[in-house]
């Protein structure tokens, strides 16, 4: 099937800077995304969501970039916190071919004071 | 708060054993996934389900079988097990309305089998 991918597997940030995870679908289908974040020794967590006919959407501290052109999703983390160190995954859905998410294989996210 | 449970933590079972992990979920929702994480593969789905008794293979369905006999609970069946089945499983449910929804995780299984 389609894959979903992400551009780097580990990114190191210090405490206060932003962060921003990459991630990368082939599938033009797609129309539902979804950040992860997975904490270690726990399933994952649903961090936000993003619709194909939106380009942005932000939530508390994170903020959710989608570009349909270059098949691009970002999540922006603000003023990044230790309890942000986790894995994050992107994950996709294609409406009407089933309600399964397809994963990329994650990030992980490494906080630095 | 929605609640997906899965039975176990930590399972160590032999080579050859039938092996049965557990999901139960608390919210009703018509949708219920077996994934498997390895490092560096991310999560992958072996099997799901849109309604009791109803099962679709995912992306590696072979070796494992999955139960759905009534609408809260989803097994996952591992008929023979075999080494490179040593993974973390993890189980997930949604609603079933449109467009799409988020999945809702368990904590995870960590199975090794020697």
């Known amino acids: 099937g389609e894959s979903v991918g992400l551009h780097l597997p580990t990114l190191s940030v210090q405490e206060g800077d932003n962060s921003i995870i990459n991630c990368a679908y082939s599938?033009?289908?797609?129309?539902?995304f979804i950040w992860y974040k997975q904490e270690s020794g726990k399933g994952p967590q649903f961090i936000i969501d993003i619709r194909s006919n939106m380009d942005k959407r932000q939530g508390q501290r994170v903020t959710v970039l989608l570009n349909k052109t270059v098949k691009h999703l970002s999540l922006q983390i603000a003023a990044t916190q230790p309890g942000d160190s986790a894995v994050y995954f992107c994950a996709e859905n294609i409406w009407n071919s089933g309600y399964a998410l397809n994963f990329g294989k994650g990030t992980s996210l490494l906080v630095t004071p | 708060d929605v609640k997906v449970t899965q039975s176990s933590r930590y399972l160590v079972k032999r080579t050859g054993e039938k092996v049965f992990l557990e999901c139960v979920q608390d919210?009703?929702?018509?949708?219920m996934f077996w994934y498997r994480q390895d490092p560096g593969l991310g999560l992958r789905l072996i099997y799901f389900?849109?309604?009791?008794?109803?099962?679709e293979k995912g992306d590696i369905p072979e070796g494992y079988s999955v139960s759905r006999e009534k609408k809260e609970r989803f097994s996952l069946i591992l008929e023979s097990a075999s080494t490179n089945q040593t993974s973390m499983y993890l189980c997930?449910?949604?609603?079933?309305?449109?467009?799409?929804?988020?999945?809702?995780f368990g904590q995870g299984t960590r199975l090794t089998v020697v």
């Open positions: 389900s849109y309604d009791v008794k109803m099962k």
């Open positions: 919210m009703d929702h018509e949708n």
């Open positions: 599938n033009s289908a797609s129309d539902y």
């Open positions: 997930a449910s949604s609603h079933q309305r449109a467009p799409n929804t988020e999945a809702f």
